[in-house]
């Protein structure tokens, strides 16, 4: 019997049943959309933080003091970080071109009625080079000449937050009673790689913060940045040496600790994969549950149409036709279903895109591997019942009630 007899049957077999077609292909349908929308909202969230992380500088290092555990009680290292060491960095290294210091005092600026509770940060001029910053209006302070100048450069959040009425150039913000007087402005960043607001800034010579506001000559924080991509790795070896160095360090265990964006961005993606491995893998229980259902429906329909078969037999059908009959059905069935997934998967992404402004990227690759699932699924559950059918004695069928 040929292959396009058997669809004709396979076909008004279905249509014969449209209810519980309906049904059977509504499994697969939920189950394709659910693995194609959780597939586009895993792949678009990981390339989002990517390009974020990206943002703040792909060859970005921070060093910061190392912490010690001693019972149980997480201990900061009695080893801090100095202006010396910048200088060292800046004079030594050969594999950085950039070096920033990082103070951070926390507080409310103010100009007139107007406040933000704005992070004011004191850095050098290298940190707009390392973290990808550009200055839109004005200029940045000068390490040398503005060194412990009362003198800032602020963020576009912070100058819609206190500066609503126009060009913030020249006026004076009060930051913890000690005014600061805004010598520049930066270009839109957008948020960060945790979604804070990259905007919402404001730099000071970290000169002046430390005598200033935090009269201290510690420094939380020194960014670095590396001379290209794959450098980072010696970059780090390099830093640490020369702060060693400096210290005369001979026990074990490193004073600092030194990341790289490169390491930040590997650990944040490989748990971005994890999770859209965990979002496909509960959207792929429901594709799952409708081949069950598939199975399930040619069961009743092999149980039902047994008289069909065996009459088809005693007329000449062999088993190998009645194999490939209940087989089409089924693809068909799982076949329909992978379609109109398809389509829902990609409005559904589509929606929730707009709807919630969620990045959502539906890949091609996902949409054929979620085609093939169901080529499969209809090959893998439909198999069972098409032998069961295909296997019947004739007669017995015949005499079936």
Known sequence: MSISTL???????????????????LGIVIGVAAVITMVAMGEGSKKSIKEQMTSMGTNAIIIMPNRD???GVQMESTESLEEEDVV?????????????PMIT??????VGNNNSPTQLS??????????????????????VTDRMAKVCVIGQSVVRNLFPEGNPIGKTIRYKSIPLKVIGTLKQKGSGDFGQDQDDVI?????????????????RQIYCNSIGEGYAEKATEEIMGILKERRSWTRPTDPFRVFTQEEMITMVTSTSDMLSLVLTAIAGISLLVGGIGIMNIMYVSVTER?????????IGARGRDILLQFLIESIMIS????FVGIALGIAASEIVKSALNWPMIVSPTSVMVSFGVCFATGVFFGWYPARKASRLDPIEALRFE
């Open 7 to 25: 669809v004709k049957i396979a076909l008004k077999a279905l249509f014969r049943n449209r209810m519980r077609t309906f049904l059977s292909v």
């Open 69 to 71: 555990r001693r019972g």
């Open 88 to 100: 060292e960095l800046r004079e030594k290294a050969t594999y950085i071109n950039a070096v920033s």
């Open 105 to 110: 005092v926390g507080g409310q600026a103010i």
């Open 122 to 143: 004191g850095v050098s001029s290298d940190y707009l080079i390392i973290r990808n910053y550009e200055i839109e209006d004005g200029v940045m302070f000068d390490d």
């Open 203 to 219: 730099f000071t010579p970290y000169q002046t913060v430390m005598k200033r506001f935090s009269a201290t000559t510690n420094i």
């Open 306 to 314: 047994t008289k069909e078969i065996g009459l088809r037999m005693a």
């Open 335 to 338: 076949l329909l279903g992978g």
